[in-house]
């Protein structure tokens, strides 16, 4: 009996830290990436920065920690170029408009990209303390967040800034409830309008990020950077069973424009990353936005809205033709 309840302990504590990562289950997603600021962007990274909200529901009353996974760059994770030179800023934002501010919602580490209030930051360079160790920020009142009414939710924002050195950072992001263990915050998400993440190496592994379409959008623009020519990309929807898009070369970006079916509305897309077999490209970064027809960046929900979406065949079928 005791080995019983050791290992349904142990099962508990499993399933409570594998809550809420950023990137999540569903992606299959082995790190978000971040080079620093003096990197060449053919190593994957067109900017040198990424910005995640975390979305906590309103009528959440407890303080929330972000908590950061491997946040140095050095050791076994992380992409060496040379000598470990570089040092990642991680920063997080609340109050008015930490998030509505335009500028916080597009690509590009421009303009007012840092609107809010500055609740915490901490810069990270070589560090053993941190190699596959974590840091955590917080504790922070839900309140502290920024309150956007669509979303009936408070947004605290996180930006990880490359600002110095060649070297790749890759780490993950945990909301969590806890200082020191990574326990869910019941109803959060994170949503990201520009995702930057690595590939993992084993060809049979596919990875997925999954943008809501909502009603007003009629196409999608989807641009991805540095695919080093690495397999395939694949669109699946309720109503698209398998639609492949442009994919790059190392160092240059590829647009792909295709319409939204009108069962598609309201629902998320699992755009899908494909590895070739044969060459197998090891190491591979890649940076992926959509655009509706306006310019409008859609959200990656880390949790897909309504869901990982499946193809349904009796929908499916009726569409066939189109694009």
Known sequence: ???????????????????QPVPAGDENIPYLMTFGANSETSWGDDDFSQTFFFSIPKDFNEPVFIRVYDPDIGGEIDEINGIWDTKTTYSVYGGKGSYTHKDAQETSPAGNYKSGNLLASKTFGEDPKYDKGWYTFGPFNPTEGEF????????IKVIADGVTGDDGNLYRYYLSTRY????QVEGGNAFAYEY????????NEVSHIYPYVD?????????????????????????RKGQLSKVSNEDVWVEDEFKIFEEEKNTSLDIQFIKSKNPVVRNNNVVVNVRNQYGELLPFYVIPIGGVPKYKYSIGAKKASQR
């Open 1 to 19: 009996m005791r080995i019983i309840i050791i290992s349904l302990l142990n099962l508990l504590v499993f399933c409570f830290v594998k809550a």
């Open 148 to 155: 956007v009414s669509k979303f009936e939710a408070y947004i």
């Open 180 to 183: 020191d263990v990574n326990i």
């Open 196 to 203: 930057s993440f690595r590939l993992y190496n084993d060809e």
């Open 215 to 239: 009603d007003r959008t009629i196409t999608v623009k989807l641009s991805n950077f540095d695919w080093d020519n690495d397999g395939f990309i694949r669109t699946v929807s309720v109503a």
